[in-house]
Structure formats: C-alpha cells, structure tokens
C-alpha cells in the first residue's frame, strides 16, 4: 500500500516562503513520477508542479513559474516543494501525488496515490 504524507505548510506573510515535503512509504519511490496539486477553496484542483522519477524533468503551472521549485531526493524518498515570493492567491490545500511510471517524464494527469495535503495559508 502505497502511502503519502505532506508536510511542511501553516501560515506566512505574503512575500514569505514554506517548503512543503512529501514522504512515499510502501512502495518503490525512484520508479515514481511526483506531482504538487493545489485546491483553493470553491476552486478546482490544479497542478502546480511535477517531476520526473529520475529528477531530471520537471513542469510548473504558469502561475508559479520562477516562484516555485519542485525536488526530490530518491535516498530518502521525499518529494519537495519549495514555495517563494509567496502571494494570498497561493494559500490552498497542497497535495502531493505519485504514479508509477516507467519512462523518465512528468505527469500532468492520471495519479494513482494522494496525499491527506497540508494547509497553506498567506496573508496580505
């Protein structure tokens, strides 16, 4: 059973930065693609980031470009976000995601395993 657990949000000052991290136990994580979702309340959910299993790939939604940056590190099978120059448009519900892939790409749709996600919230 492959399992995800977020960490890293709470609340910052617009301008601020948060990492979030996200650990996959139950499975083999260098053979998973990754992504970071978002829900914004009364919105739909939308990825932010995603990257490859090897780490050489990533995507990012416009919206986050030159703010965020998405890592990981297969040693201790966790994924990261980190989230800068942080604005109130940001503070959603963060959820990270994986899917078992056997070529080396991002994946932008069809995840297999969530994440419970973590709050993040940003004042004005």
């Known amino acids: 059973q492959v399992q995800l657990v977020e960490s890293g949000g709470g609340l910052v000052q617009a301008g601020g930065s948060l990492r979030l991290s996200c650990v996959v136990s139950?499975?083999?994580?260098?053979?998973?693609?990754m992504g970071w979702f978002r829900q914004a309340s009364g919105k739909e959910r939308e990825l932010v980031a995603a990257?490859?299993?090897?780490?050489?790939?990533?995507y990012y939604a416009d919206s986050v470009k030159g703010r965020f940056t998405i890592s990981r590190d297969n040693a201790k099978n966790t994924v990261y976000l980190q989230m800068n120059s942080l604005k109130p448009e940001d503070a959603a519900v963060y959820y990270c995601?994986?899917?078992?892939?056997?070529?080396?790409?991002?994946?932008?749709?069809?995840?297999?395993?969530w994440g419970q996600g973590t709050q993040v919230t940003v004042s004005s």
């Open positions: 995601a994986a899917e078992l892939k056997g070529p080396d790409k991002v994946v932008v749709v069809g995840y297999d395993y």
């Open positions: 990257i490859s299993w090897s780490g050489g790939l990533t």
């Open positions: 139950g499975g083999t994580f260098r053979r998973y693609a």
